[in-house]
C-alpha cells in the first residue's frame, strides 16, 4: 500500500487516465472499422475526415505512436480513393 497522499492520489489518477485512454482507443478503432467496412465512396470520404482528426488527437496524447497514426491515416486514405 501507498505511503503518502501524493502516491494515493497518483494511484487514482493514473486509474481514471488509463480509462479514458482505453475509451478514446476503442472509439477511434471502431471508426477506423466503420470506415474501413464502407462500400460506397460518398460515405467513405465524409468519413474519413473526422476518423483522421480523431488518430491525430490520440497521435498528440501519446495513446498511439505518431508512425501508427501516420500509417493509419496513410493505409485508410489509400482505402478510399481506390474505392
Known amino acids: 500500500m501507498a505511503n503518502h497522499k501524493s502516491a494515493l492520489k497518483r494511484i487514482r489518477r493514473n486509474e481514471a487516465v488509463r480509462l479514458r485512454n482505453k475509451y478514446q482507443h476503442k472509439t477511434v478503432r471502431n471508426a477506423i472499422k466503420k470506415l474501413r467496412s464502407t462500400e460506397d465512396k460518398k460515405d467513405a470520404e465524409t468519413l474519413l475526415p ?7 488527437r490520440l497521435a498528440k496524447r501519446n495513446i498511439i505512436h505518431a508512425n501508427k497514426a501516420g500509417n493509419l491515416k496513410s493505409g485508410l486514405t489509400k482505402r478510399v480513393s481506390a474505392l
Do not use: A, K
Open 50 to 56: 473526422s476518423v483522421i482528426s480523431m488518430i491525430d
